[in-house]
């Protein structure tokens, strides 16, 4: 069974990923009607312009940085909900999560409403109190704030989860030993919370050096160059340098692996176990007076992250005029109209994007699941001899980025002889390529937990195996199947960086929309419209798991 499999997955990733690597030594790009072998170095010597040390520097820089930053956010977060006793500890946990539903694009987007050095409304007020214009977010210091505020809800899932767990029996000891709560923390929490620090701190540099929507946002218009907007400004070139863009993925791809065995090396040499067969509780720690600082500094990372983004994102779309030289302005006669939102939703170009975006991400979400299952079940429920590849081959994605995976995208469905490029299904495929890992993780967990014997059973009984899956293991599954597909169609209601290399004029998303309007600053109203409706889609598909799943839960009880 694993060899079909293989083979279907192995298309989707390791041909684009293979493109990519032939085009980085190649005179010339693939193409329809010629993929040939004429091999060159000389592509390399981009590696040595001043553009690709720059951008490469920055890029550290920023991922560094924004690492660092989302780490303390989203450690603070689970730190004060899972062991301290912070008023309203439920609201104070959604809000870490909160960031998840608004895209960071789209948060990069409102940031350029608030922040830019001249018009950003933070400007426009402290102008009207006489202050200046001290913000500018098209900087390193914005990008980085950015990328921060909205990849701390990644740390903050995982450092939850293992705080949560904690066997505070390490920490009882410290304390009976004349440890203060303070050097408690410091040298027996965050030690043991190592791997998850590690771990999510791993994920969040890879996110943020790859993410391409931030910095093109952002840092272009402050001449600040990435790596991947540095591929993205070569691959648009006229003519277009693919192959040193190629060559400079394929250096993005290294760094990922590079900093991935680094992560690896430095878990493997200590134990971090806590968790025994011993029933366990985590301290609770009394804040005492700092209950309410420390609630105002969570209220304080909600309003950045969120509050302001959308109230900025509702401003640019109710404002008649682009530009505001006081919030005065907004009081005069016929400053502020509704109608962007009815303009917008009326549009014959929302619902071809909407239409375009709900069947794209439905169709790549139901076949990332059946994938994801098909997978999942293989690797966890047989003794195929290829299973062990086929779970290293799904999990592949996570090492190349989406930009590198795009652009192979690109070339691979150019040079098929299938007729997919320039329909959805050409971003069907993309998504499910891209989110395999993500599907599989998913459907693995619940596999790994739900044992086989009534499948078995049904087996035994005279059963075919299929019916056996399809009668007991399916319905069994049913609700991490079904949390599988919603996550899968939330990705790719957000994705934005891969469908920029797949998509054409009759293909466009929700995604590709809001991007294109921004960029032409005369649409920033319905632009701000569009974004505004396009985050409450976002939110009911963000909050249908966590429903499906309490449902689900009270059902098993």
């Known amino acids: 069974m694993s060899l079909p499999l293989l083979a279907l997955v192995g298309f989707l990733v390791l041909i684009p990923a293979g493109f990519v690597l032939l085009a980085a030594f190649s005179v010339d790009v693939p193409r329809p009607g010629n993929i040939g072998l004429n091999l060159t170095l000389d592509n390399i ?252 500094l969570a209220l304080v990372y909600f309003a950045l992250s969120i509050v302001l983004p959308l109230l900025a994102l509702f401003l640019s779309a109710v404002r008649v005029s682009p530009y505001m030289a006081s919030f005065g302005d907004l009081f005069d006669a016929g400053s502020l109209d509704i109608t962007s939102f009815t303009e917008v939703a009326s549009s014959s170009s929302f619902h071809t994007a909407a239409t375009n975006s709900v069947l794209v991400s439905v169709l790549a979400a139901a076949g990332g699941t059946v994938l994801a299952f098909a997978v999942g079940y293989v690797v966890f429920r047989t003794k195929s001899v290829g299973r062990g590849w086929l779970e290293s081959l799904s999990m592949v994605p996570l090492a190349i980025p989406a930009i590198v995976l795009g652009i192979g995208l690109l070339w691979t469905w150019l040079v098929m002889p299938i007729p997919v490029y320039g329909t959805l299904w050409v971003l069907i495929i993309g ?78 998303i929700l995604s590709i929309a809001i991007y294109d309007r921004f960029e032409n600053g005369g649409a920033l109203r319905e632009a701000s419209a569009l974004a505004l409706i396009y985050c409450s889609i976002m939110f009911i598909l963000s909050y249908l798991p966590r429903r499906l799943g309490a449902k689900g839960g009270r059902t098993h009880a």
């Open 431 to 508: 998504f499910v390529a891209v989110q395999m890992p993500q599907g599989f993780r998913g459907i693995a967990a619940a596999i790994q937990s739900t044992d086989r014997d009534l499948e078995d059973s049904a087996v035994l009984s005279g059963a075919q195996r299929t019916r056996a899956i399809g009668v007991i293991t399916v319905p069994l599954l049913r609700v991490a199947i079904s949390s599988t597909f919603l996550l899968l169609l939330m990705l790719s209601m957000r994705e934005l960086t891969v469908p920029l290399f797949l998509y054409t004029t009759d293909t466009r």
């Open 45 to 296: 010597e981009v590696l040595t312009e001043s553009g690709v040390l720059g951008a490469t520097l920055n890029s550290l820089v920023i991922a560094t940085s924004a690492t660092a930053a989302a780490l303390a956010i989203g450690g603070f977060l689970a730190f004060i909900t899972a062991r301290t006793n912070v008023p309203c500890k439920g609201f104070v946990f959604f809000i870490g999560l909160m960031p998840l539903f608004l895209p960071s694009y789209v948060g990069a987007l409102a940031w350029s409403l608030l922040g830019s050095p001249g018009a950003g409304l933070i400007n426009v007020g402290l102008r009207d109190l006489g202050l200046g214009s001290p913000v500018n977010v098209y900087s390193i210091g914005g990008v980085v704030m950015v990328m921060a505020m909205y990849y701390a809800p990644y740390a903050f899932l995982l450092m939850h989860s293992s705080m949560s767990m904690m066997n505070p029996d390490l920490e009882d000891a410290s304390t009976v030993h004349g440890g203060s709560t303070w050097r408690t923390i410091r040298s027996v929490t965050v030690p043991l919370a190592l791997p998850a620090i590690l771990g999510s701190g791993l994920l969040v540099f890879i996110l943020v050096l790859e993410n391409f929507p931030v910095s093109q946002v952002l840092a272009t218009p402050g001449q600040i160059d990435t790596l991947p907007t540095f591929i993205y400004r070569l691959m648009n070139a006229s003519p277009s340098r693919g192959n040193e863009a190629s060559v400079v993925a394929i250096a993005l791809v290294a760094a990922v692996i590079v900093v991935t065995q680094i992560q690896r090396r430095v878990l493997a040499k200590r134990s971090f176990t806590t968790v025994t067969g011993k029933g366990v509780k985590p301290r609770t720690l009394s804040l005492g007076r700092f209950r309410g600082p420390v609630f105002a």
